[in-house]
């Protein structure tokens, strides 16, 4: 077992350097970890499972997951990217269990043959025009709402781009798929989420406002 660190040394780590140390039995150094990661992978756990409750609970599994099997934990990709995908499993395992959300199948509004023709890209229009319409409280429920909907591997993928900023190749990490097949989970998410909003986006008079 490693010697325990003071706190103000700890804080000094990057997160590999705190995974070798948690893993030779520094639980100091796992619990900067957890402090360091703790709210990220909340947000993310909630953003999924729509649930404070369900989200403590997953954060919980994943932490505890992630404890043990720290030792796997190669270091050739950032931890967060990691333990993301702990979260992501716990959140999407919790979803498949209790079935609580209606899913909506992306497919029905994605053109197979154009995602395969030609490298999938942001639909034109409805990202812009909604950021322009942040104010607009009618269409942020309905934009949040148009979310909710995703089934959970084109949610999660969109939720890790969109919200938490990560790279196309940290996402295709976090969910353990290639980057083309990130990109095309992204593509159909905001296809869907364009026809979804389509109604609401295309009165200029109302999100004008």
């Given at each position: ?103 909506v199948s992306v497919d ?26 942040a104010e607009n409280r009618?269409?942020r429920e309905q934009i ?66």
């Open positions: 077992m490693t010697d325990p660190l003071p706190a103000e040394l700890l804080d000094s780590l990057d997160d590999v350097a705190l995974a070798s140390r948690a893993v030779e039995g520094d639980f100091a150094a796992f619990e900067k970890i957890v402090e360091r990661h703790r709210d990220k992978a909340y947000r993310l756990a909630l953003s999924l499972t729509k649930s404070e409750a369900d989200a403590q609970d997953v954060v919980q599994e994943a932490f505890i997951n992630i404890y043990r099997k720290l030792d796997t934990f190669a270091g050739d990709a950032q931890l967060s990217s990691w333990m993301y995908r702990i979260v992501v499993n716990a959140a999407l395992m919790r979803l498949r269990k209790t079935r609580r959300r209606a899913e029905d509004v994605s053109d197979p043959a154009n995602l395969e023709q030609s490298a999938p890209g942001e639909p034109a229009g409805w990202r812009v025009r909604g950021d322009e319409a009618e269409l949040l709402a148009a979310i909710d909907q995703l089934d959970p591997k084109y949610q999660a993928a969109f939720l890790l781009r969109e919200i938490e900023g990560l790279s196309l190749d940290e996402i295709a990490t976090v969910l353990e798929l290639s980057t083309g097949a990130v990109k095309t989970r992204l593509h159909r998410a905001r296809l869907f989420l364009q026809a979804a909003l389509e109604p609401y986006l295309g009165r200029e008079e109302d999100i004008s406002n």
